[in-house]
């Protein structure tokens, strides 16, 4: 999957849209007990989030891959 856009939503979850336009729901509140991402439970640092494509990742150095987020996601437009 690549990832064609990225956007944070409430209750640390993010809107994804891959390139294939399948849109779905990435929950990341199971990673936030894991160091790496400790700093995302504050939603000024979730907010700032990069989309690399084939990854996402934020200012604080925490990323997750594509396969990751397509491993894990809510589908809530599957491709037809």
């Known amino acids: 999957m690549r990832i064609k856009q ?3 939503l409430t209750s640390q979850k993010l809107r ?3 390139e294939d336009g399948q849109i779905g729901i990435f929950d990341l509140s199971p990673y936030l007990q894991y160091e790496a991402f400790a700093e995302l439970q ?6 700032k989030i990069t989309n ?3 990854f ?3 200012e604080c150095g925490a990323d997750l891959s594509a396969d ?10 599957p491709i037809v």
Not at 68 to 77: D, K, P, R, S, Y
Request: net charge negative; hydrophobic share 45%; no cysteine.
């Open 52 to 54: 690399g494509g084939y």
């Open 68 to 77: 990751t987020i397509e491993a894990h996601w809510q589908v809530l437009q």
């Open 56 to 58: 996402i990742e934020w």
């Open 16 to 18: 994804i849209v891959a």
């Open 42 to 47: 504050r939603p000024e640092m979730f907010n």
């Open 6 to 8: 990225v956007q944070p």
